[in-house]
């Protein structure tokens, strides 16, 4: 009989053609029943749309039908993987569909859909294009277009909204190297969030300042303090006579003839240019991209961070006269991502402790 004829020989006789011939036609029975069958599963839902992948792929396996039948069992198997979410074997199966039969347009539909759902929006523009060659009316087709016009114009958008923050952030760390400052790794994050400085049009640091009155370890918040400006000019204007008193001074030792500001120097560490651009982007379009592109320009290739000095920290006397920028570059000043200056006043009890060290902000 012809089931045990060796591979590759061709039948002989009229019974051995007859056999092969009855063997093809139960293939080909088998395959188109598992296909009804696969279909009827789909129509029950999705409880049974594992059932339906196996008739289809059991169909598929007699390889029994012509490659327009076969590539239409590959589209339906593509159809459910879809409801599945399963869409890699969505694409997968509805390129096999495509390759068999490149007029099924349900398999163009299918692998533009599922390659939408990959995030492939160039591969699923094609996929739409050929898709719409074939059938130009297939509404289907010209909706799935339409949300890739929209999909592809957010991308840009995004993909432009990211070049710039990183260009900005890029802008930002050079002005900061070339002023010789130092960024350490933000402390008080939960009173200043995700604030950062900004580089105007002239090419002027913006910075947000943190002022911390260290005796009851309340603050102030400067949002907007030009490089150029000195403390005195904001001072001046924080605490003028119009201003309220500070609701917890009860002593009023908080004037602006009491106060002193000071600032942390000899602690901490400053970031490399790689982690001080990451910092930069934080908050920004661009925080999640992968590569920045510097990252080989770390010192020695491989140290990431520097030290800043040895010994305990020291209080560092502002003079309010200074600009900003001469305070920021003293080589023992570390910006603990912004600026933070403390607070305290000269005719405090707290003021002995403070200026002899006895004093340090919680970690």
């Known amino acids: 009989m012809a089931l045990w004829m060796e591979k590759g020989s061709d039948p002989t006789t009229e019974s051995e053609i007859a056999d092969l011939q009855a063997i093809a036609a139960l293939k080909e029975s088998a395959a188109l029943e598992f296909k009804e069958k696969g279909n009827e599963y789909v129509r029950q839902g999705k409880k049974h749309y594992s059932d339906a992948i196996d008739c289809y792929t059991r169909a598929i396996n007699q390889n029994a039908l012509s490659d327009s039948e076969t590539s239409i069992l590959y589209a339906n198997r593509s159809h459910v993987n879809l409801l599945l979410g399963n869409y890699r074997r969505a694409l997968t199966d509805a390129e096999e569909a495509i390759k068999l039969c490149t007029t099924n347009v349900k398999a ?174 934080e908050g920004t379009a661009g925080a999640n991209v992968e590569s920045i592109g510097d990252e080989e320009k770390d010192v020695d290739g491989s140290i990431s961070e520097y030290s800043a000095g040895k010994g305990s920290s020291k209080w560092i006397k502002v003079n309010e006269k200074r600009k900003l920028h001469d305070i920021l570059k003293e080589p023992n000043f570390i910006i603990p991502g912004i600026p933070v200056f403390y607070v305290v006043s000269k005719t405090s009890s707290f003021y002995k402790d403070f200026r002899a060290g006895k004093w340090a902000p919680p970690s």
């Open 108 to 281: 163009h539909y299918r692998a533009a859909k599922s390659s939408l759902l990959l995030n492939l929006l160039d591969e699923a523009k094609l996929f739409c294009d050929s898709g719409l060659e074939r059938d130009p009316d297939n509404k289907e087709l010209k909706k799935l277009a339409r949300e890739l016009d929209f999909q592809k114009q957010m991308q840009e958008e995004q993909e432009a909204q990211v070049s710039k923050a990183l260009a900005e952030a890029k802008d930002l760390s050079s002005a900061i190297e070339n002023r010789g400052l130092k960024i350490g790794k933000p402390m008080f994050q939960e009173l200043t969030g995700l604030r950062k400085p900004v580089l105007d049009k002239n090419s002027i640091l913006h910075w947000p300042v943190l002022l911390l009155y260290a005796e009851v370890m309340s603050s102030d918040f400067i949002e907007d303090f030009y490089e150029t400006d000195t403390f005195a000019a904001h001072l001046d204007i924080m605490f003028s006579e119009d201003s309220p008193p500070l609701s917890w001074d009860k002593e009023n030792n908080y004037t602006r003839e009491a106060i002193e500001l000071y600032y942390e120097a000899g602690s901490g560490i400053f970031l490399s240019k790689t982690k001080l651009l990451r910092y930069l982007l």
